[in-house]
């Protein structure tokens, strides 16, 4: 992977940027390199007083909307809002429902069912609307290319007012007005908004022309969560009104909003921020769309009880933990399809007859990132002759263009340079698939992968003050993504594997102790002990109140010498071993616990994740492995350790495993199977690796199923029963983890002070 760094170091910043960037020269130099260098442009990134936001009765077309939707009022007519199945979609039918209500009797909604009614308008629905005495229709987030659909209700007798964001077609559909910035260039103020945000426009100049008044923040979630789960890019309008919007999402008054946030803290996350409601608010919206439901997350939107949201809430969290689990089963698939038969193609052609038409995207995504290659993924409709599919391409690689390149053997399809989707007979299949592949061979199907990096600067300078400047700049997003580092010559402290392929680092630089994740880092065995000194690629995020860095990339460094020791500091240890907890608590009050287990023994207890800054620790739980005693007490930063361990946590691995199977039918019982690695490596005072080993040992012996998600999350599903025998490597394994958990927990409950302490400053681990 190349690293570059966008403006050399040395570059000279003109004192203006300097100066509108508050004085902050790395703020302003990030906006400079990132092309935003008139020091006005400057100030109105950071404070958005100092944006000029659009008028939306400015939009093109405004005007003959309002009006005819205030004429539509007075004659008391029957409103339908058409919208779409994706979030986008989704916020935007809520908001015309709740702001039109008021304007007319009568508004109904409807969501396009995916696999029976497919993207956009449909005509028999558009028959049912006129029977049921629809007077109007109002689109949202579709409409611009359902040329044929609109004429039908204009010829039956309905109006159409169109809102919608995506690309016209050269002829336009023949509604009565048509909100689309599309329209106008892509100069246009508006031209990245999303559906929800030409919605928004519409219903700001209605209620500014009707003189009806509109609260502060009042649908501003709806927009934020809109432009966040569409991916649109995050500068100008978007930009402002995500940043106006973001604290009513991130904070919400909506009763759906709140209860769904509940049912996510009964997980275990927490919703904090512009990425959270990427990571986990949006997919669970879309879920229901993908999965057969498109109407749940409307109801959830729009309810106002309590109990019926929460109920909505936990349905819409149990469907999109059957989409997780169904798209990791077809990802799986994909992939072994492609190491079997395609590894050497510049674009894949993945297809089984059984695949689930709603996760296809997401898959054809996972496997395009993976493989740096573009990729479709198709199956099979119930008519047994259509083949239907969706691609994901990468880098610079068109698969828009590929697919008109490959029209003959297509039915249809539409999309743009990242994502398409199409549909074929299924006889055409194998030829489509010669043909498509053919245009692009693998020299050129094969993305490079390229780190624009910000800034280069020390870890050391890498704390909640650098955090705090940072994010003067969020909201972040699509376009204008976090600040990316890159400190050079760092060492590693601490390296361990947390969950499939998930890495957990300790990085030190000028006497600087900093904290490092890895989501999916590369495998490459026995070369990670070989890393002294490296470079380090990351972005800045916070967990827990401290500094985390998310790792992008790190290469050994061109400067490597001998590894520095752990640290260097005097540690004063004290040994309440094998006393009573309540004596050690009544020693040492309000002191950090570092304690891992079942019980709740103490207000104070922290887990090896949680960490933190403090003077004193105490050790109630025997640390289970050397790398991880090192992170707490590097991360700490004590000076003044107590050991008050208790001794053996389990007689057993029978009743390791016991324990861990009790937890584990909780998570599918009360979670909907959700649970990381992390969570059940400190409920049970275990290593990660063996956590993962057990695991593995219950799915091979039929006890439990599993599948791993992002971020570290681990899906638990029940078992299939058993399956014979049990896998005498993987039993191995499982025995000779455990046996070496049990031997450093003892090791550290009978040495000496002394001992301890120089097993502690030694990098490699003694042998105990």
């Given at each position: 992977m190349d690293i570059k760094v966008l403006l050399p170091e040395g570059t000279i910043l003109p004192e203006e940027c300097i100066e509108a960037a508050n004085g902050d020269e790395l703020i302003a130099g990030i906006l400079y390199r990132r092309g935003i260098k008139d020091p006005e442009d400057v100030k109105k990134f950071i404070n958005q007083d100092y944006y000029n936001s659009f008028n939306p009765?400015?939009?093109?077309?405004?005007?003959?909307?309002?009006?005819?939707?205030?004429?539509?009022?007075?004659d008391g007519a029957n409103v339908c809002i058409y919208g779409d199945y994706d979030v986008d979609g989704i916020t935007s039918t809520v908001l015309l429902k709740e702001a039109l209500t008021p304007f007319f009797d009568n508004v109904i909604c409807h969501i396009p069912h995916r696999f029976t009614e497919g993207y956009g308008m449909n005509s028999d629905v558009i028959r049912d609307l006129k029977d049921n005495n629809i007077d109007l229709i109002i689109t949202c987030d579709c409409g611009i290319s359902n040329i044929d659909e609109i004429k039908l209700a204009?010829?039956?007798?309905?109006?159409?007012?169109?809102?919608?964001?995506?690309?016209?077609?050269?002829?336009?559909?023949?509604?009565?007005?048509?909100?689309?910035?599309?329209?106008?260039?892509?100069?246009?103020?508006?031209?990245?908004?999303?559906?929800?945000?030409?919605?928004?426009?519409?219903?700001?100049?209605?209620?500014?022309?009707?003189?009806?008044?509109?609260?502060?923040?009042?649908?501003?979630?709806?927009?934020?969560?809109?432009?966040?789960?569409?991916v649109v890019p995050v500068i100008g309008e978007c930009r402002y009104l995500l940043k106006k919007g973001l604290p009513y999402l991130i904070n919400p008054d909506r009763i759906g909003l709140?209860?769904?946030?509940?049912?996510l803290n009964s997980n275990n996350c927490t919703v904090e921020d512009e990425e959270d409601i990427a990571f986990q608010i949006a997919p669970r919206i879309n879920a229901a769309g993908r999965m057969d439901n498109p109407y749940l997350p409307l109801k959830l939107l729009l309810e106002q009880n309590w109990d019926r949201a929460l109920e909505n809430a936990m349905e819409l969290d149990s469907l999109n933990s059957r989409r997780k689990t169904l798209q990791n089963y077809m990802y799986e698939q994909a992939v072994q399809i492609v190491e079997e038969e395609q590894r050497d193609e510049g674009i894949f052609v993945l297809y089984n007859a059984s695949w689930h038409e709603g996760v296809l995207g997401i898959v054809a995504g996972k496997v395009a990132e993976q493989y740096r290659r573009p990729c479709i993924c198709l199956t099979l409709k119930d008519d047994g002759f259509t083949a239907t599919g969706s691609a994901r391409s990468v880098g610079n690689v068109s698969i828009?263009?590929?697919?008109?390149?490959?029209?003959?053997?297509?039915?249809?399809?539409?999309?743009?340079?990242?994502?398409?989707?199409?549909?074929?007979?299924?006889?055409?299949?194998?030829?489509?698939?010669?043909?498509?592949?053919?245009?692009?061979?693998?020299?050129?199907?094969?993305?490079?992968?390229?780190?624009?990096?910000?800034?280069?600067?020390?870890?050391?300078?890498m704390?909640?003050?650098?955090?705090?400047?940072?994010?003067?700049?969020?909201?972040?997003?699509?376009?204008?993504?976090?600040?990316?580092?890159?400190?050079?010559?760092?060492?590693?402290?601490?390296?361990?594997?947390?969950?499939?392929?998930?890495?957990?680092?300790?990085l030190s630089s000028d006497g600087t102790q900093v904290e490092g994740i890895w989501w999916w880092a590369p495998s490459i065995g026995d070369e990670w002990d070989e890393l002294k000194k490296v470079d380090v690629v990351y972005t800045l995020s916070q967990n827990r109140g401290r500094v985390l860095l998310t790792v992008l990339h790190m290469k050994c460094s061109k400067k490597q010498e001998l590894r520095p020791p752990t640290f260097d500091r005097h540690i004063q240890w004290y040994d309440l071993r094998r006393q009573p907890i309540d004596k050690i608590l009544k020693t040492c009050p309000d002191i950090p616990i570092y304690y891992e287990g079942l019980e709740k023994i103490s207000k104070n207890v922290i887990t090896r994740y949680e960490i933190s800054k403090c003077e004193r620790l105490l050790l109630i739980s025997a640390p289970p492995a050397p790398a991880i005693l090192r992170e707490l007490i590097v991360l700490s930063g004590a000076n003044e350790v107590i050991l008050g361990f208790q001794g053996d946590d389990f007689l057993n691995i029978n009743q390791f495993m016991r324990q861990l199977q009790a937890i584990l039918k909780h998570v599918i019982q009360n979670r909907n199977g959700v649970t990381t690695i992390q969570a059940l490596s400190s409920l049970m005072c275990a290593p990660e690796e063996l956590i993962e080993i057990a695991l593995l040992y219950l799915k091979d012996a039929g006890f439990i199923d599993y599948i791993w998600e992002d971020m570290g999350e681990v899906i638990i599903c029940r078992g299939k029963g058993s399956n014979g025998l049990p896998n005498r490597q993987i039993e191995e394994l499982l025995h000779n983890s455990f046996h070496e958990m049990i031997a450093f927990k003892r090791y550290i409950n009978s040495r000496e002070l002394a001992t301890i302490d120089s097993l502690l400053r030694s990098y490699t681990d003694n042998q105990y």
């Open positions: 009765s400015d939009l093109e077309c405004m005007q003959e909307a309002t009006l005819s939707i205030l004429s539509k009022a007075d204009r010829d039956i007798g309905m109006d159409v007012i169109i809102t919608d964001h995506h690309t016209p077609p050269e002829i336009l559909p023949p509604a009565n007005v048509i909100l689309n910035p599309k329209l106008y260039g892509d100069t246009h103020p508006l031209y990245f908004l999303p559906g929800v945000g030409v919605a928004y426009m519409l219903i700001m100049s209605l209620y500014e022309r009707s003189g009806r008044s509109i609260y502060e923040g009042q649908w501003l979630d709806l927009v934020a969560l809109g432009i966040i789960a569409d709140k209860a769904l946030y509940s049912v828009y263009e590929l697919l008109v390149d490959s029209e003959d053997y297509l039915l249809k399809f539409g999309g743009h340079k990242q994502a398409a989707g199409m549909s074929l007979n299924v006889e055409k299949l194998e030829l489509f698939t010669r043909h498509i592949q053919a245009l692009l061979p693998k020299e050129k199907g094969i993305q490079k992968d390229l780190i624009d990096v910000d800034v280069e600067a020390s870890i050391s300078a704390d909640n003050t650098m955090l705090r400047r940072i994010d003067k700049l969020a909201p972040f997003g699509h376009a204008f993504s976090k600040p990316v580092f890159v400190s050079r010559n760092v060492d590693i402290v601490s390296n361990r594997v947390i969950g499939k392929n998930h890495r957990r680092l300790i």
